[in-house]
């Protein structure tokens, strides 16, 4: 199957390159078609960039930015899962292949830009929201518990490490998972049922 995907693939987008980049009835016909019959079938890595990246241009064109942010934070998902897979568990099972191809690495950076410079912004709300906390606990600990002062700033700073690393540690998949919902409302049908599948797996 693989052969095949990726040839109707490459042919779709060859013939969106010959339309000057634009989605005429035909191509999306065909576009909609292939990936309806791709679902809930096994795939390449490389099938699934594709998909993603025909989708992620077609809603680019129609400045449909939920769309774009869908499609990008898809692809840095399986990129990220691919570059650090640590865990027994496999989650793209429907998913074949051990890296991103070469030609995939940059286009994914430059398109979830978005994702990493907003990740940003919360990681510097999460620094400065433990400042806080280990202030408040510090303050509480020595005046109100009476505690002396060592033993006020290590338990104030071990509450507060602790819970910047909670949060470090979920709030990348729980901000994916908010943005893929949200984004979710503004792509079409087709493409989310392909996705559910391999979704669903994770």
Known sequence: ????????????????????????????????????????M?????????VMQLFFRKYEKEHNRDGQHYCAIRM???QRYLKSRSSKHRKYELISGQQIPSEYES????????????????????LLLTVILFVLLFVVLLFLL??????????????????????YIRMPKLYM??????????VENVLLEFDYPIVSNQ
């Not at 286009?107 to 999460?126: C, G, P």
């Not at 009476?146 to 949060?167: G, P």
């Open 1 to 40: 199957m693989k052969e095949v995907y990726i040839t109707q693939l490459t042919d779709i987008e060859k013939a969106l390159e010959e339309n000057n980049g634009a989605f005429s009835n035909e191509i999306l016909e065909q576009l909609y078609g292939l990936v309806a019959s791709m679902k809930g």
């Open 42 to 50: 096994p795939i390449t890595v490389d099938e699934y960039l594709k």
């Open 76 to 78: 840095l998902q399986l």
């Open 107 to 126: 286009y994914i950076i430059d398109k979830s830009h978005f994702y990493r410079e907003t990740f940003r912004v919360l990681m510097q709300r999460l």
């Open 146 to 167: 009476k505690q002396t002062t060592s033993v006020a700033l290590i338990e104030s700073l071990f509450v507060a490490l602790l819970s910047f690393l909670y949060s």
């Open 177 to 186: 998972r908010s943005q893929l919902e949200a984004a979710g409302k503004n």
